[in-house]
C-alpha cells in the first residue's frame, strides 16, 4: 500500500512496523473505534494553512 | 515398477485420502499426481471411481474443518501466521480478505481450485463467523467439484497417467531430483523477491516507539487504519487519532491526502 501511494506522488508515507498487533504487543494506548455510519466515508482531514510571518 | 502399480491399485484410496489431507492441512505434498494416478487406475475398476472421488473430498474437508475451527478460535493471528509465507503479509490478508468480500462464503466453492485461496479461505470462512452447516455445505461442493475434477482428468486421460506413471516409477529417482531442483530454484526466487521487497519498505518503517512520541508532538502525523471492517468489528480498538480507511477506497482517495503532513500507514 505504501509503495502504492508512492508511487502516485505521496511520499511521506511510511507503515508501521509489526502493524496494529505489535503496536498493541508493547502495551502502547488505544482508544475505542467508533464507528458512526459504517457506509459512510470519512473524510480524509487536510491541516489548516499554516502563517507565515 | 509393476509392484508398484499394483500397490496403488491396491491402496489407491488410502494414498488419496492421507496425500489430501496433508496438502490441505498446509504441508507442502503435492495430492493432485495422486489424484491423476487414481483416477487413470479406477478405469479398471481398482480402485473404485466413487470410493477415490468420495476420500479424496472427505480428505480435503477434514484438513479444511481444522482450519475453519482455528479461524473461529483464533481470528486473524491464523490468517497472519497462513499469510508469513508470502511475499508481503499485510497485501496477503487483504487481498484475501477482498476476494471473500467480493465473492462471500460462494468463494469456498471456486477455493480449491485457485492456489493460495485453498488454504485461506476455510479460515477466512471462521472468522467471519460464517455459520458451520452453511461452510460445511459449500465447502463439501467445492471439494466434490475438485475431486472429481482431477480423479475424472485420470480416467479421461487415462492411457497417458499411466505411461507418466510407469515412467515416474522408472525414473523416479531422476525426476524426483529434478522436482526438487526446481521447487528449490523457485523458493529461491520467492525469497529474493521477497527480501527485495522487504528492503525497499524497510527503510521507510517507522518504530512504534517513534510514533508514539511523534503523536505526542504539536504536529502529529496523520495516521491511517487500513484493517479491514471486519477486523474491527472483533476488536473495536485503533491507535489513538487514527482514521480508518478501507484499502480499497485509499487508492481512490489519494487526492485527499494531504502531500505536506506525514502519514502512518498501519494494518493488523
Redesign the interface.
Known amino acids: 500500500m505504501a509503495l502504492q501511494l508512492k508511487r502516485r506522488g505521496i511520499y511521506r508515507v511510511r507503515p508501521l512496523e509489526g502493524g496494529y498487533a505489535g503496536w498493541t504487543r508493547l502495551g502502547y494506548p488505544v482508544v475505542p473505534w467508533e464507528s458512526l455510519d459504517p457506509q459512510r466515508e470519512q473524510p480524509i482531514p487536510v491541516p489548516a494553512p499554516q502563517l507565515t510571518a | 515398477m509393476n509392484d508398484s502399480i499394483e500397490f496403488l491399485r491396491e491402496h489407491g484410496t488410502t494414498v488419496v485420502f492421507f496425500a489430501v489431507l496433508a496438502e490441505q492441512m498446509g504441508l507442502p505434498i503435492p495430492c493432485t499426481p495422486w489424484l491423476l494416478a487414481a483416477g487413470a487406475l479406477a478405469r479398471s475398476g481398482r480402485p473404485s471411481l466413487a470410493a477415490v472421488i468420495a476420500l479424496a473430498a472427505l480428505a480435503a474437508a477434514l484438513g479444511h474443518l481444522s482450519w475453519y475451527l482455528a479461524g473461529r478460535r483464533w481470528g486473524y493471528g491464523v490468517l497472519?501466521v497462513l499469510c508469513r509465507l508470502s511475499i508481503e503479509p499485510?497485501?496477503c490478508v487483504?487481498r484475501t480478505q477482498g476476494t471473500f468480500d467480493r465473492f462471500g462464503a460462494g468463494a469456498l466453492v471456486a477455493a480449491p481450485f485457485i492456489p493460495g485461496l485453498t488454504s485461506i479461505a476455510p479460515p477466512l470462512a471462521g472468522l467471519s463467523r460464517v455459520p458451520l452447516w452453511r461452510y460445511l455445505s459449500l465447502d463439501a461442493l467445492g471439494n466434490l467439484l475438485w475431486a472429481s475434477t482431477f480423479v475424472g482428468l485420470g480416467y479421461g486421460f487415462g492411457d497417458q497417467v499411466t505411461w507418466a506413471l510407469r515412467g515416474a516409477f522408472m525414473y523416479g529417482s531422476s525426476i524426483l531430483g529434478v522436482a526438487v531442483a526446481g521447487l528449490s530454484l523457485w523458493l529461491l526466487l520467492k525469497l529474493a523477491q521477497r527480501e527485495r521487497v522487504r528492503r525497499?519498505?524497510h527503510v521507510?518503517?517507522?518504530?512504534?516507539?517513534q510514533?508514539?512520541e511523534l503523536l505526542g508532538n504539536a504536529n502529529p502525523?496523520?495516521?491511517l487504519?487500513?484493517?479491514h471492517?471486519r477486523e474491527?468489528v472483533e476488536d473495536?480498538?485503533?491507535?489513538?487519532g487514527a482514521?480508518?480507511?478501507s484499502?480499497s477506497?485509499?487508492?481512490r482517495?489519494?487526492g485527499?491526502?494531504?502531500?505536506?503532513?506525514?502519514?502512518?500507514?498501519?494494518?493488523?
Open positions: 497472519r499485510d497485501s487483504q525497499k519498505l521507510d518503517r517507522i518504530r512504534p516507539a510514533l508514539k502525523p496523520l495516521v487504519d487500513l484493517r471492517r474491527l473495536p480498538h485503533t491507535l489513538p482514521l480508518h480507511v484499502p477506497e485509499l487508492p482517495r489519494h485527499e491526502i494531504p502531500r505536506n503532513r506525514d502519514l502512518v500507514l498501519f494494518c493488523s
